[in-house]
Nanobody
Framework: QVQPVESGGGSVQPGGSLRLSCVTS????????MGWYRQAPGKERESVAI???????NYADSVKGRFTISRDNAKKTVYLQMNNLAPEDTAVYYC????????WGQGTQVTVSS
């Protein structure tokens, strides 16, 4: 079983940067497809970025060119580097680990405001 734990959220001004981290417990991290999702108030949860076990990445159109997902299998950690943040990026960001089952973290708040 895998338990993701997110960190790195906070408040930042428009144009700023944050790096989210998600460390997982359990074994076999390298076989999991890892993803970052977000949910803004009053909206459905949406996919932000995915990185497969093989390292292939996929991004939502709204974050392409600004966000970068990466993983460190030795540290059982996935990262989301977020640059040029905008107010519309404000949301709770969730980490997901998926193999035969899907596991979610508790989320970390990101607020972009001047």
């Amino acid at each position: 079983q895998v338990q993701p734990v997110e960190s790195g959220g906070g408040s930042v001004q428009p144009g700023g940067s944050l790096r989210l981290s998600c460390v997982t417990s359990g074994n076999s991290f390298s076989v999991y497809n890892m993803g970052w999702y977000r949910q803004a108030p009053g909206k459905e949860r949406e996919s932000v970025a995915i990185i497969t076990s093989g390292g292939t990445t996929n991004y939502a159109d709204s974050v392409k060119g600004r966000f970068t997902i990466s993983r460190d299998n030795a540290k059982k950690t996935v990262y989301l580097q977020m640059n040029n943040l905008a107010p519309e990026d404000t949301a709770v960001y969730y980490c997901n680990a998926k193999y035969t089952r899907s596991y979610w973290g508790q989320g970390t708040q990101v607020t972009v405001s001047s």
